[in-house]
């Protein structure tokens, strides 16, 4: 069995994959997460998902199936973690009422035999009207503050949440089902 690399500091990340792989290793890159607003938001997180592996494949000594994920919010414009507490109250301002998209991008690259996929899954959520008042007790929580939209739909941010259209657990950060898939048809890996 090959080493299984999860190229992740994130724990949502960690622990769905832990739930189906054991003795996951974790390998934080360091990479540079940089957003050009001109990009698609699929081209973005698939290029950051890209530079994640890669970047794991080159600094960590230990090989395998290396996982990497990419998450951004989408609506007019991209939107990753928010950088400060003005930037998280606009962006649940601006997405108060309507359908965004969340999109994650995923790179599988095995460093034993350079296979490599990139990938990304889609997923629409409609947001309640969300009021100034409410938007500020959630900021308080500092739930938002490692998440792209300043968002968490697997925790407080669940009473944000109006309708979800497609995979949830692309929202949390790792879409397992398309993974799955492609772990088994490209890597001869299944998740169960
Ligand atoms: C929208 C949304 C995002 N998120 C998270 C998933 C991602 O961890 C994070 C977006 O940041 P990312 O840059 O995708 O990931 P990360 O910095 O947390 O982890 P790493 O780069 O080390 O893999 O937002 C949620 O947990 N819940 C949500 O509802």
Redesign the pocket.
Known sequence: MKNIIL????P??IEMLSKYLENIIVF?PD?N?RVNDLDLPETT?MK?AFE?AWKASCDFEIKGIII??????FLHKIM??PKDYEEAFSMLKSLSGKTHS?Y?GICIIDSENGTKVVDYEKTF?EFNHLTDDFIRRYLETGEHL????A?????F?ELMVKKIDGCYNN???LPLTKLNTILTKHFSLKLL
């Open positions: 190229a992740s500091k994130s949502r990340r934080s990479t997460e997180v950051i994640k990497a994920a990419d998450t951004v919010v990753g973690k969340v994650t959520v490692d998440k792209a939209g968002y968490g739909i697997q925790g941010g929202v949390k950060g």
